[in-house]
């Protein structure tokens, strides 16, 4: 295929990559930052700059913040070839997806949206690589009108860049379990960053610490968007975590062991269990 990627961050230079590295598709990259382009040329991952002739693209996909992923597809989709498959890469989906499949449809194209599940701390092209796919969980996200051999196509094209487990779903299920498995991680995560003891922690810290804080680099635009827009089931998720938090709070206030006792085997035991389900599972 000739594939379109706009947006060379760190999703976007990556699939360019990825694709480069082990397929043979021919890759168009497009990036607002021109220098990247020819960054991006220079190692490969693209045969060539977008020139803004879409007459020969099969399939765009379009890597960039959610609020700009919508405004670039109004402002091309008249511009496609008619039945052009487009697709994003977003880490939201729910009412976004409607609104740009409705985008795609009214300009004769087929839109399917994808989230990837990998990432790295610090995003943009220059921390992009062509692995990053690879073993990572792939979300293809569709409607029920979506044509089998669209979903097959993303399918295949993950598997090509190397990814493990494929879940296909819809999208409002989609942000139900993003915003438990992902958003609320980063939400904790930024919060715990703010303790006065983060700037002592320097030798007093291990995998847990940095377990917990690994994520609060992240971009405020993008995420902010993202949860602005899956604000209804990140608020479900960040109150049971606050109430469950707080079920320690109040053992710890009591100075009740065996409350705590309690509650420190039911979060073992779940997770255990989580585990024990997965085995034998791709991850």
């Not at 379109?4 to 694709?19: H, Q, R, T």
């Not at 680099?217 to 606050?242: C, S």
């Amino acid at each position: 295929m000739n594939i379109l990627v706009v947006g060379l961050g760190l999703i976007g230079g990556s699939l360019c990559k990825a694709l480069k590295k082990y397929t043979y598709h021919t890759v168009y990259g497009s990036d607002i930052n021109h220098d990247i382009e020819y960054a991006a040329l220079r190692d490969v991952a693209i045969d060539k700059p977008f020139d803004g002739d879409f007459s020969d693209v099969d399939l765009a996909v379009i890597a960039l913040f959610p609020e700009a992923a919508e405004k670039w597809l109004s402002s091309c989709a008249s511009e496609m070839k008619d039945g052009t498959l487009i697709t994003d890469v977003c880490g939201i989906k729910g009412k976004f997806a409607g609104r740009m499949k409705r985008i795609a449809e009214e300009n004769g194209l087929r839109y399917l949206g994808v989230h990837p599940m990998a990432g790295k701390e610090f995003g943009g092209y220059h921390n992009s690589s062509s692995d990053l796919f690879v073993k990572a969980n792939f979300i293809v996200v569709t409607f029920e009108d979506s044509r089998q051999e669209d979903v097959e196509l993303l399918s295949s094209l993950a598997k090509e860049v190397g990814a493990g487990k494929i879940v296909v779903t819809s999208p409002e299920n989609h942000d139900k379990m993003i915003a438990y498995t992902s958003q609320l991680a980063h939400v904790v995560s930024s919060a715990y960053v703010k303790s006065p003891e983060l700037g002592l922690e320097c030798g007093f810290s291990g995998g847990s610490f940095q377990d917990m804080t690994r994520i609060a680099t992240m971009n405020e635009k993008m995420w902010t968007e993202l949860f602005m827009q899956n604000r209804e089931y990140l608020i479900y998720e960040l109150d049971l975590l606050i109430e469950n938090l707080g079920r320690y709070s109040e053992a710890l206030k009591a100075g009740d062991h065996e409350a705590m006792n309690k509650l420190i085997a039911e979060g073992r035991e779940l997770k255990e269990n989580n585990i024990r389900s997965r085995v034998g599972q791709p991850n």
